[in-house]
């Protein structure tokens, strides 16, 4: 059981060194660079835990694994994040289409809103021949009189949801205009209270 300890502080201890090293070239080059989360810290921790004189100082291999810190420490983000789009807080559904785009719009009692668009058959994206087939946006929504301002959901994008006899209609501002490929634009959408 020794031996087993022993590669797995050695694994352990790689992978989070290969964490750190990650950490720094994110830090050096701002761009991010995803680390590799409780597999570093868990074999150093079952490595540690097999020797009777380091058992006490197992817990120090969460510690060391800079991939699992960032992980327990964005824990209460994704359960706020998880908990302000959940099924308790809605609000209000609608859907809505357009020539080859089906949208979902859910609005949620925290001021948040979420967009899930499917486009069939997919569109070109980029200059590269990437096709698109589905995308969303998440941001913040503001009710005034009889429409709805959704904001802070793609570069300073803003849509304004007027309702007209039950239906919501959109309109979008700040998209921008020299965009070659508009797939995810939001304009003319007609929404629908599901």
Same mark, same amino acid.
């Given at each position: 059981?020794?031996?087993?300890?022993?590669?797995?502080?050695?694994?352990?201890?790689?992978?989070?060194?290969?964490?750190?090293?990650?950490?720094?070239?994110?830090?050096?080059?701002?761009?991010?660079?995803?680390?590799?989360?409780?597999?570093?810290?868990?074999?150093?921790? *079952?490595?540690?835990?097999? *020797?009777?004189?380091?058992?006490?100082?197992?817990?120090?291999?969460?510690?060391?694994?800079?991939?699992?810190?960032?992980?327990?420490?964005?824990?209460?983000?994704?359960?706020?994040?998880?908990?302000?789009?959940?099924?308790?807080?809605?609000?209000?559904?609608?859907?809505?289409?357009?020539?080859?785009?089906?949208?979902?719009?859910?609005?949620?009692?925290?001021?948040?809103?979420?967009?899930?668009?499917?486009?069939?058959?997919?569109?070109?994206?980029?200059?590269?021949?990437?096709?698109?087939?589905?995308?969303? *946006?998440?941001?913040?929504?503001?009710?005034?009189?009889?429409?709805?301002?959704?904001?802070?959901?793609?570069?300073?994008?803003?849509?304004?949801?007027?309702?007209?006899?039950?239906?919501?209609?959109?309109?979008?501002?700040?998209?921008?205009?020299?965009?070659?490929?508009?797939?995810?634009?939001?304009?003319?959408?007609?929404?629908?209270?599901?």
């Amino acid at each position: 059981m020794e031996y087993i300890g022993i590669i797995a502080i050695i694994l352990g201890g790689l992978i989070s060194i290969v964490n750190w090293v990650y950490f720094y070239r994110s830090w050096k080059t701002k761009k991010h660079i995803s680390s590799i989360p409780l597999v570093g810290a868990i074999l150093l921790v *079952f490595g540690l835990f097999q *020797f009777t004189e380091t058992r006490m100082y197992a817990w120090l291999g969460i510690v060391v694994d800079y991939g699992t810190l960032v992980f327990i420490c964005s824990i209460p983000f994704f359960m706020r994040e998880f908990w302000s789009t959940s099924r308790v807080n809605l609000i209000r559904e609608y859907d809505g289409s357009s020539s080859t785009t089906q949208h979902n719009l859910r609005i949620y009692k925290n001021g948040v809103f979420v967009i899930e668009s499917e486009v069939d058959p997919p569109r070109p994206a980029n200059e590269y021949g990437a096709l698109i087939a589905s995308f969303g *946006f998440q941001g913040k929504w503001a009710e005034t009189g009889s429409s709805i301002t959704l904001s802070e959901y793609a570069q300073g994008r803003i849509l304004n949801l007027q309702d007209i006899n039950g239906k919501l209609i959109s309109g979008e501002a700040n998209y921008p205009e020299d965009k070659e490929h508009q797939y995810d634009s939001l304009d003319g959408i007609e929404f629908r209270l599901k």
